[in-house]
């Protein structure tokens, strides 16, 4: 393989990336959350069993009789992937200098006082399971 084909092949790559979900407005995302079911170990199997039926992949019993041991593998594996989505993943963000506002109300001697500026560093954002 010679230089011109692998720069090729990295591009193809990079050029063939899925481009990310668009962004939900805040307010419809914060209003859908609550009545978001949540993760389910079984309906996920459910799901990925009916979807092999479609592909023709067995899920019953095997034509010798013998066990089918598809649906199991993937009920473990699915159960491995939520509980660590639950108990270990963790999404880390950032804001950007310039990126939010904040507006504080307080008093002194002299009376109320509202406050607003601007966030100037990087705030953290960190979010984990359940």
């Known amino acids: 393989m010679g230089i011109k084909q692998i720069c090729n092949t990295i591009t193809n790559y990079f050029n063939n990336s899925v481009s990310p979900f668009p962004q939900l407005p805040r307010s419809l995302l914060v209003c859908s959350m609550m009545k978001r079911p949540g993760m389910s170990v079984i309906r996920s199997v459910t799901n990925i069993t009916k979807d092999l039926n479609k592909l023709g992949i067995p899920t019953g019993p095997m034509p010798d009789g013998s066990m089918n041991l598809t649906v199991g593998f993937t009920f473990a594996s699915t159960k491995e992937q939520q509980r660590s989505i639950k108990n270990d993943m963790v999404v880390q963000a950032s804001l950007a200098p310039g990126g939010a506002t904040v507006v504080a109300q307080g008093a ?3 009376g109320p006082v509202t406050v607003a500026g601007t966030i100037v560093n ?7 399971g359940i």
Not at 122 to 128: A, L, S, T
């Open 122 to 128: 990087f705030p953290p954002i960190v979010g984990k």
């Open 108 to 110: 002194n001697g002299g």
